[in-house]
């Protein structure tokens, strides 16, 4: 069964740092997610992306994020300047449509030093 | 924005017992409610959901309830087995297909 793939599986930077995290979403998906989970907490959502521009935004997905689908098969999620607060697992998602099931990858822990 | 609660926020059954989880949701456009199992360190797992044009779904020993007016969903789970073991999410989603997920419910079934 397709999957989709999040590298790294864990990455440690320095606070101030940016950071870029990378999903290959299933290949003929055409929906992509950003969440995010404070470690002990739920799921929080942050971006959703179609046709190569950010359809919603949280609150959180603040002027320090950005998302970006570089070359139609990565989708990517970029902090520019990371905070403590950044700390948690990021797990990008996709779907065909905007009401399938989303898929999750197996996520991203980021650690902020 | 849309307000998911869920309950208990952990559950303990023995093992062949039934374990039922529920959630509540505020907002009435939300048409779309997944359950996810997720295992420790790993991903969210859909394991069954439901739309709002359905009352109850049923896939083994899993059974999703909605109740529209009352803006209630619940998950059921039958003749618990140890594997069952993790945290589960409730989620609701509308017409801009954003998941907004409840706090999660840590089941244990004990053996």
């Known amino acids: 069964e397709p999957e989709v793939t999040q590298t790294p599986s864990h990455q440690v930077t320095q606070m101030g740092q940016e950071v870029i995290l990378r999903c290959v979403p299933i290949s003929n998906h055409l929906y992509f997610y950003w969440y995010r989970q404070i470690l002990g907490q739920k799921v929080e959502f942050l971006v959703s992306?179609?046709?190569?521009?950010?359809?919603?935004k949280s609150e959180i997905f603040d002027d320090q994020f950005s998302v970006e689908r570089p070359d139609g098969s990565n989708f990517t999620l970029k902090i520019r300047s990371t905070k403590l607060e950044d700390s948690a697992m990021y797990f990008c998602?996709?779907?065909?449509?905007?009401?399938?099931?989303?898929?999750f990858g197996d996520g991203t822990r980021l650690s902020i030093l | 924005g849309e307000n998911v609660e869920q309950h208990p926020s952990t559950l303990s059954v023995q093992e062949g017992d039934s374990a039922v989880i529920k959630c509540t949701y505020s907002d009435s456009a939300s048409n779309y409610f997944p359950w996810y199992k997720q295992e420790l360190g790993k991903r969210p797992q859909l394991i069954i959901d439901i739309r709002s044009n359905v009352g109850e779904k049923k896939d083994q020993r899993i059974a999703v309830t909605l109740n529209k007016t009352a803006k209630h969903f619940s998950l059921h789970i039958t003749e618990t087995q140890p594997e069952d073991s993790a945290v589960y999410f409730c989620?609701?989603?509308?017409?801009?297909?954003?998941?907004?997920f409840g706090a999660g419910t840590t089941v244990t079934v004990r053996a």
């Open positions: 998602a996709s779907t065909w449509t905007g009401d399938q099931p989303q898929h």
């Open positions: 992306f179609y046709n190569n521009e950010i359809s919603e």
């Open positions: 989620a609701a989603s509308a017409a801009d297909y954003k998941l907004s």
